[in-house]
């Protein structure tokens, strides 16, 4: 029997969590999100609108919206990213968005000017409350996963994120995939 | 004393090598390339010129062609930016383009369609011969490295290059550096 603890990989390119009220900014007074498809965790999904998001040194046209709608707004960029739009996003976990950056956001029906929330995501991974106890980990605990991809490469430094409204998943981004030569889907393994 | 082997990294963007006859069809018969800023390689320099890089997907303005020429071109680019080009550049060392794909080059003076040579450079340390001696390390040796920035990572998969015409420098790319939350002169450990 294996007692190696396996994790599936899931690549998170760019991608904006927004507030009804940015929703109601940028589509329209009211507006719902479109469900396009399911993520990993439970609820979640990519919408199928997407906004422009602008910075002082550059753009993306189409970033995609996560739904369903947040608290705040939160856009989440890869490194590389920060250095296109010319915005110096820290590395935060999701949702500890004070002090960051804002950006400038265009929809079909108006623009929004995000006062804070451009982040790079931390990495982390998330538990099941039934995986965590089996595995003997805590919530915020510090993990070492080797990813075993085309470029093989050790983080250090990921957090466990243990809810029972989680599904087990280590979510890295486009940088942090490209570096490790690995795809969505693709298995890390937890060596401490 | 300390015993740790520490290597100052570089960061290689996107970049360039150029044959004199590509040189001669972008910029002209007999062009010579302005060096603009010596490397941490001896001899090896960033020149003044860029060219644009058009692939199926998507294009660079300016690529920064280092110098002096080479026996063969080769264009060193990111996983990211293989992407954003539309071109499935595989993971090699420099110099070796056996079998990789091509890209189109636009010049002032003209075009070049590059039958071979896109490469995601694998990730490697210079040694001058003198510190693969002190440290044990022999040439193509496959090191361990530990990255001790933002976003601490350990590269397992790293190439040792020995010879006395190079300095000690380990080169990865945007996305390894990213990943890792580094920048050009933090130092990185060699740890196996």
Redesign the interface.
């Known amino acids: 029997m294996t007692t190696t603890k396996q994790v599936p990989v899931g690549i998170s390119a760019r991608h904006l969590h927004l507030s009804q009220a940015h929703i109601d900014q940028l589509f329209g007074q009211g507006y719902q999100l479109t469900p396009m498809k399911d993520l990993s965790q439970p609820g979640q999904y990519a919408a199928q609108e997407t906004v422009a998001v602008v910075g002082p040194k550059g753009s993306f046209d189409k970033v995609r919206i996560l739904g369903p709608a947040r608290k705040e707004s939160q856009l989440e960029i890869?490194?590389?990213d920060t250095m296109k739009v010319g915005v110096q996003a820290p590395?935060r976990e999701s949702g500890k968005i004070e002090g960051t950056p804002g950006i400038k956001l265009v929809g079909p029906a108006g623009e929004v000017e995000m006062d804070k929330g451009v982040i790079v995501a931390?990495?982390h991974i998330h538990f099941h409350t039934s995986d965590a106890e089996k595995w003997g980990i805590k919530d915020q605990q510090i993990l070492k996963v080797?990813l075993n991809g085309?470029?093989?490469?050790?983080?250090?430094?990921v957090i466990a994120r243990v809810s029972d409204q989680f599904a087990l998943d280590m979510h890295i981004d486009?940088?942090?995939g490209?570096?490790?030569?690995v795809r969505t889907g693709d298995m890390a393994e937890i060596i401490g």
């Open positions: 890869a490194m590389t590395v931390a990495r080797r085309l470029r093989p490469l050790v983080f250090e430094d486009t940088d942090e490209n570096a490790a030569g």
